[in-house]
Every structure is written in C-alpha cells, then in structure tokens.
C-alpha cells in the first residue's frame, strides 16, 4: 500500500484516500487506476484536506501520456489544479484556519484524489463566496489569461486582442478578463459543425468577433476594430503565423500553449519591418517567481473580483464522480469538446 | 536629361552630376546604368555635396532586384550609404560648414552617384579624422551592431552574444564592439573552403569563438563561456533555429536580416518552457524614430571613438571606380565574399 504526499509516495502511516494513480506513460484512460492510499501523518507545517472538485486539463493528459515537457516521478497522482478544504492543520500552520478554501501553488502536487496531506506553503487560500467550479478551475487558466493581459502589452480600453484557441479555458478567461476591461477581441475558432453556436456562446461572454481560421485573411473581414496590440496563441503552426499577419506594427504574440504540435513560423520581414515580438509565457513558472511578493495573491483577488461580479464564469463543465474517471478521461480528449471534465469527490476517509 | 534630388529625379536646371540609375527591376548588372544628370539649384535649407565613398550593401542590390521591402519610385539612383563633403551651402544652413562630412540620415536618398543636392535635415555630419571607408560604412551596419547590443539585453563583461553571419558588414561589427566590452562573442559561419582563414581573421578582430552551422550542436563543442543571453540573426531558417537553442533561459534573438530566404521556425516549449523573446530591428527606422533626440549623434560619437581607438575597422573593402560598376555589383552578389565592393567617386563637375 502506498501513501501520498504531495505526488510522490512514501510509505509511513496516517489516513487513508482514494487517488488517481498512473506508473507508467501511455493511453490515460488505460493506465490510470484508482487506488485506495495511505495518507502521511501531519507534520508541524502542513495541512489535511479533503479534495471538492479538481479539472481534467489538456496539460494533465499530455503529462499522462509523456509529452508534457515536465513529467512527475512514478508512481504519480494525476491532476495539477483543483479546489480543497482545509480538515486538519499542522501545530505551526498560522495563515489557514479548517474550513479555508485553498488551491494548489504549484503544479505537480497530484490533485486527482480524495483527500491529500500538503505543506501550508505549497497551497493559497481562496474565498469560498465563489462558485465551487470557479474555484477548481481558477489557477491555472484565468491566471494565464490574466497574465497575458497585463504583463506584455499596455492595453486600453478600445484596444484590440487577437487569439486562437478561443474556445479553451485560457480563451474564455482572455475573453471575460479583456470584455470586463473594455478590450475587444477577435477570437479565432477551428470550423466545427456548431460554429453558430459556439460563436454566439463566445459572444454572450463578450467575444468582440468570432472567426473561422480559415476565413481569417479574406478581405470581407474588415473589422471595426483597430488593429491588434496583442495576439494570443495556444495553437502554434499555421494558425499562429496567422495571427501574427494580423498584428499592428511593434505588436506582440504571446505563446502558451502548442495544441497543433506545429512550431511557430515568423518571416523574416515581419521582425525587420513589422517589429513583432514574440513571446512565452508558463503560469506555473510565474507563480513560482512570485511566490512571495504578494502579486498571486493581488491577482486572484482580482479574479475573485470579477467572478462575484459576474463578469467571470467556469468554462462550461461536465461533474463527474471519481468512479467515472475512465470515461472523464476519454471525454477529456475528445476534439472540439466544449465542456470540460471536473471531477467531484466523495471523501472516502478512515482514520 | 534628368536631375536628381535625393533619389528623386526632376526637370530643373543646376549643376551636373554622374550617378547609377536603374528604371526597372532585375539583376543589377543588367538594370542599372551610369549616366550623366543635371542638379537641382541649392535651396536655402540645402547643400551640396560631393561623393566620397559609397558601399554596395546586400539592401542596395535587394532594392534594385525588387526583393526589397522598400522600394524606391523610378527612376531611381542605388546606393542607400556612402560619406560625402560639402562643397556648398545653402543661405539658411546652420549646422553644417563647408569641408564638413555627411552621411545620410536615412536610406533612399541614392548615394551611388559624383555629388547630390540634401537637405540639411536629411544628413548628419561626421567628424573627418576617421578613415574615409569607415566613414562610408559607418551609417549602416555598425549602428545595426550597436543598438542589438545596446537595446535588447543588459550585456555586462563576460556574458556572451552569439550570431550567424558572422562575416557580414553587421558582423564584423557585432565582433569588434563586443569586444570592445569585454562581451563573449560565439560567432557561427557556414562552412567554406577557407574556413581556417576565416576564423583566424574574425578571432583577430576579437571573436572569442568561431564555429561552422553544422557543427554547432556537437557535444565537443562544450564551450568556456556561460549560455547566451543574445543572438543575433541576419539569416533565418535552420541557422536561426539553432542559435536559439544555444540561447540561455529567457534569452533573446534579433533578427536583422534573412539571407537565407527562409522564415523562423521556433518550436512551441522555447517560448512556454525556456521563455526566449524574439524581436527584429531596422535600424532605418531607428534613425527616424530618434532623428531629433541626439540619440543618433551620441551613437556615431561612440563608434567614432571605438574608430580611433583602432577597435572598430571598416569590413575588408575593394575600391572600385565608378565606370567599373558593372564588375563591382557582380562581385558584390557573390557568394562568401568577405569583400565589400566599395565606389569611390571622381568627381565630374560642371556648374
């Protein structure tokens, strides 16, 4: 029997959970096991808690499947993000009380599983005025969207944002975060059978304009819009370099993701005579650079902000109890999927 | 019979001038032709100059193939560098004297012609106790050097830069003023028949490493000096792939130039993962966006300095003369050349 702490296991005694479990890389559906687990005795700085709800993101599978360019040790506990209760804390916690909402800091602390042993300072604490889904699926994506918003371009109301992926985690935040602030976008989507509805889904959230790819360059897109400052890019290939067309002079392209596992192509001439920049961006990495300095914990009070104002909703999910993790897990990989896959705990606790 | 003025032609009377003039796009030993032309009168605001000196650049030849970005209206004059003296002034000239050398503010203005009417406000002098082939080159790459040096990166003494085109005009002048700093300097070449010589010659003028594209991944080449926080790209396609892979976390590639034709590719988790920037300068653009601030001025004060010192040298030059322009813009389009066609002018006048 192993025990969790964190996502490595060892082998000391305490509680018991139920967790998600691979040992090796391949297919997720085929070689994630839920398993029942010891859980470690609390030390002096760390904290029981009980899982409420944790995503199943694209990172998480690609982990899964070995082609995430961080990989856990085996055997791991799948799942990076997620929202937890505080139950029990350690002699020498002071910033949490039981009962406190937290999320995990960083990525890597395996959050598919019923109830988990972390260190107070692996973990933040979040309101608990919000949504339950909102809370699960706030660290990671709406941080991203937020970050990009902020760090790499001035943007004023009026301005213009272009993206691809729009239909993602990132690009619903990037489209609430930039309509709340007044900033219009243009959201790139891939053709699907539901175009019209995604489209008019997109823009009740406060999508500027949604486009096809493909009709991206056609001159009958003239828009209303200035030029974009900003574009966003989770794709890569060529959608990426067709975001970059659209940019206006000294404007900048900001990668975080890679879902057509496309490299970015850049002519030459949009550097010399364009002067674009391009750039990256890892959420987890920031938040590990700002750790201490109080900006993650600003920037969630922001979002906090704007989800008790509405203005930020859950990206459109599908509850699933952990018992189903086979079929959220298939679910998860399915293309054009709008909803995402949240798994709910029923603690299964023995002491 | 035409007159020029700038790379302009006009129909007034004045003095007489030869030039290199090309009405049509395509190879430039075919297009352009030496011809006789007459100057504009001298406006109060006006000089005119004699030609010194003036380089054929890899733009200038681009211009006249029409493969250039900017393109100039027809006829039009080559040349976009060159060192040239006053010989006359306007009445409401101010800054500049008689004896005085200038170099063009911006590209253009068609330098590869005996004398030329400027404005003042289109010229910048230069002190004239440097040689004149410095003088002649300095406008150009130098100041390409200089701001990818200056503008992107805090270089400090041993942090190391690394660049393709190591032999061009801009690199040879990456070599020497990074030397001139204490900055590491890995300089990548395609390989060639006298790759030894050249690696000799490039080490002398202060490159701390010299290495051919294909052997730039080899684990032997495990280097002395720390990652770079710098590249430089005058080439595109594979070479710039690969100096971005030697780049150190979060560093940053310029692009300057594409002689290889072929875009960027930058794969996905450089951005995400190794968080590389890239950016493009043109350094035309540069000059007009700092023509007022002195910015230019202290720039060409700097490299001046570095001129007298004997830590900046003109690239290795062949001195044409003006009626050998047809083998002067043959030998400039050849490949590997480490020799700058360069025309010196005997001036033909009549008033």
């Given at each position: 029997m192993y025990v969790l702490k964190g996502s490595r296991l060892y082998s000391t005694g305490g509680g018991c959970c139920e967790a998600l479990v691979y040992r090796i890389h391949g297919d997720p559906s085929k070689v994630v096991q839920l398993e029942n687990m010891d859980l470690p005795s609390i030390g002096a700085k760390d904290v029981l808690v009980k899982m409420l709800a944790a995503p199943i993101n694209p990172a998480d599978i690609n982990m899964i499947q070995g082609t995430h360019a961080i990989l856990p040790d085996f055997p791991a506990v799948g799942g990076n993000e997620g929202v937890a209760e505080v139950v029990e804390l350690g002699?020498?916690?002071?910033?949490l009380k039981v009962g406190d909402w937290i999320i995990p800091?960083?990525?890597?602390?395996?959050?598919?599983?019923t109830a988990a042993v972390m260190a107070e300072e692996d973990v933040i604490s979040l309101p608990n005025d919000i949504p339950l889904l909102c809370a699960a699926t706030l660290g990671v994506n709406p941080c991203t969207a937020f970050r990009m918003l902020a760090d790499f371009r001035d943007l004023k109301p009026g301005d213009t944002v272009i993206q691809n992926a729009s239909n993602s985690g990132v690009g619903q935040a990037v489209i609430q975060i930039a309509a709340a602030r007044g900033i219009k976008t243009i959201n790139v989507v891939r053709d699907r059978p539901e175009f019209t509805q995604l489209s008019d889904r997109l823009k009740a959230m406060g999508a500027s304009h949604v486009i096809k790819e493909e009709t991206l360059?056609?001159?009958?897109?003239?828009?209303?819009?200035?030029?974009?400052?900003l574009a966003l890019n989770g794709v890569g290939g060529k959608s990426a370099t067709e975001l970059l067309s659209q940019l206006q002079f000294g404007g900048c392209m900001v990668t975080y993701g890679g879902m057509a596992k496309q490299p970015v192509t850049v002519p030459v001439g949009a550097f010399i005579f364009k002067n674009v920049e391009l750039r990256g961006i890892f959420v987890t990495q920031w938040k590990k650079d700002h750790s201490d300095d109080g900006a993650f914990r600003g920037m969630l009070d922001e979002l906090c902000s704007l989800v008790r104002q509405g203005k930020l909703t859950a990206p459109g999910y599908t509850e699933v109890s952990l018992q189903d993790y086979r079929t959220a897990l298939n679910s998860a990989m399915?293309?054009?999927?709008s909803s995402k896959q949240v798994l709910s705990f029923d603690p299964f606790w023995s002491k």
């Amino acid at each position: 029997m192993y025990v969790l702490k964190g996502s490595r296991l060892y082998s000391t005694g305490g509680g018991c959970c139920e967790a998600l479990v691979y040992r090796i890389h391949g297919d997720p559906s085929k070689v994630v096991q839920l398993e029942n687990m010891d859980l470690p005795s609390i030390g002096a700085k760390d904290v029981l808690v009980k899982m409420l709800a944790a995503p199943i993101n694209p990172a998480d599978i690609n982990m899964i499947q070995g082609t995430h360019a961080i990989l856990p040790d085996f055997p791991a506990v799948g799942g990076n993000e997620g929202v937890a209760e505080v139950v029990e804390l350690g002699s020498q916690v002071e910033s949490l009380k039981v009962g406190d909402w937290i999320i995990p800091k960083d990525a890597g602390q395996g959050t598919w599983r019923t109830a988990a042993v972390m260190a107070e300072e692996d973990v933040i604490s979040l309101p608990n005025d919000i949504p339950l889904l909102c809370a699960a699926t706030l660290g990671v994506n709406p941080c991203t969207a937020f970050r990009m918003l902020a760090d790499f371009r001035d943007l004023k109301p009026g301005d213009t944002v272009i993206q691809n992926a729009s239909n993602s985690g990132v690009g619903q935040a990037v489209i609430q975060i930039a309509a709340a602030r007044g900033i219009k976008t243009i959201n790139v989507v891939r053709d699907r059978p539901e175009f019209t509805q995604l489209s008019d889904r997109l823009k009740a959230m406060g999508a500027s304009h949604v486009i096809k790819e493909e009709t991206l360059r056609r001159p009958e897109n003239s828009r209303t819009c200035p030029r974009p400052k900003l574009a966003l890019n989770g794709v890569g290939g060529k959608s990426a370099t067709e975001l970059l067309s659209q940019l206006q002079f000294g404007g900048c392209m900001v990668t975080y993701g890679g879902m057509a596992k496309q490299p970015v192509t850049v002519p030459v001439g949009a550097f010399i005579f364009k002067n674009v920049e391009l750039r990256g961006i890892f959420v987890t990495q920031w938040k590990k650079d700002h750790s201490d300095d109080g900006a993650f914990r600003g920037m969630l009070d922001e979002l906090c902000s704007l989800v008790r104002q509405g203005k930020l909703t859950a990206p459109g999910y599908t509850e699933v109890s952990l018992q189903d993790y086979r079929t959220a897990l298939n679910s998860a990989m399915q293309p054009f999927i709008s909803s995402k896959q949240v798994l709910s705990f029923d603690p299964f606790w023995s002491k």
